[in-house]
């Protein structure tokens, strides 16, 4: 398996396990995209190549987000932790 794979398969499941947490809430939010390993693809207004992810929120009641984590290393599940410094932006 290629490390480009393992990372593939690290984020599936942190993001898997992400979802499954959201979804106990009622909440109908999916991982809709995800970019691993972006090294020249898609850059941010600052020009880096950060992975990224997008979330879809099916629901019809909003969402917010902070204080849930993201990780790319399943040992670390807590590797990043969604801001919760302004709502606006969270949910």
Request: hydrophobic letters at 40%; aromatic letters at 14%; glycine letters at 4%.
């Amino acid at each position: 398996m290629s490390f480009r794979e393992k990372i593939y398969l690290q984020l599936v499941l942190v993001f898997c396990c992400f979802t499954f947490f959201i979804s106990t809430t009622n909440a109908q939010i999916y991982i809709n995209e995800l970019m691993a390993s972006n090294s020249t693809t898609i850059s941010d207004e600052s020009g880096d190549f950060d992975d990224w992810i997008e979330i879809y929120n099916a629901g019809s009641s909003d969402v917010n987000l902070a204080g849930y984590y993201i990780s790319d290393d399943p040992s670390t599940p807590s590797l990043w932790q969604i801001p919760a410094t302004n709502a606006t932006l969270t949910t």
